[in-house]
């Protein structure tokens, strides 16, 4: 039993990215936009991982002008126009179906490794692919008589998969950059890029017109969101990862969606279609077999949104 600090650590990490959508919802009932949310989350989450640098290893602001142009280009991509994304897939189909739209991402993953990176994969991976690819049409389509009609707005369905493909690219341009560069100073740069790139655009937007209107209440559900299941649930579920074996992670790292799907259920009222309900089930069983196939050959696969 010596692991159930750890456990417990992946378990809370995970845990707190699956309240996501529950701390967003309640800030668009306020007036704000989801590009308000996003750019709040993620100067949060930048001025976090910058302070924790700054303490701990000041060596890691150092990059060359080459590897700050890839690090733009992976903070603008995989968090500035995912974070937005996510959001605005948050605030038009609710919490359960942009998280199971989120978990297309593996997917994304396997099949973005394949065609840029020449990653070779196993048969279940493809098995994975297809089984996405059915849960996503069964959780935004519904019959009607010999015709399939879309049953969620078409902004919510394009923001859903384009927020799992920009978090998929995550790791696709990470992984380059991780070869000369601490995983510490991808986030440092990622956030703050991206930080900086959504701040300017939600400052044309009138963001600032909208964030001086919220209550004190909602400026602490706004700020929480960097800082709880961002920023410190980053760092439990890492810390978790140094002493837990990689499949044990990500079987415990399942319940994000879990919490996730409970909150939208139980606490927002959300409802699901008989369809609804199973294609959340394929793209989450798609996810776990894509997670449990690369545990094999790495410590583990965050899916943290």
Known sequence: MKNVPSVLLI?????????????????????LKPLD????????????FAAMTLFSHRSYFRVTWHRLGWLALHGLIAVGLYNFLFFVAIAHVGIVLAFALLYSAPAWSAVLGYVLLR??????????????????????????GFKLLLSIPIIGLLAGLGAAL??????????????????????????GIGSLVLTV???????????????SADWLVLLSIGVFPTFL??????EGLRHTPATLATILAAIEPVVAVALGLVVFHERLSAYQFVGVVLILSAAVIVALSRSTNT???SMSP
């Open 37 to 48: 949310v996003a750019t709040v989350r993620v100067v949060v989450a930048a001025a976090c």
């Open 119 to 144: 990653e070779r994969h196993p048969k279940r991976i493809y098995l994975a692919v297809f089984l996405t690819m059915m849960g996503v049409a069964l959780a935004v389509m519904k019959p009607d």
């Open 166 to 191: 920009t978090y998929a690219l995550f790791s696709i341009l990470g992984k380059p950059l991780l070869r000369d560069c601490p995983s510490s100073t991808l986030l440092l740069y990622s956030f």
């Open 11 to 31: 378990v809370l990490g995970a845990s707190a990215w699956g309240t996501l959508g529950a701390f967003a919802l309640p800030l668009y009932t306020a007036g």
């Open 233 to 238: 649930a980053y760092l439990a579920y890492t």
């Open 201 to 215: 655009v939600d400052g044309l937007d009138g963001g600032g017109n909208r964030l001086l209107l919220i209550s």
């Open 299 to 301: 410590r583990s696969t």
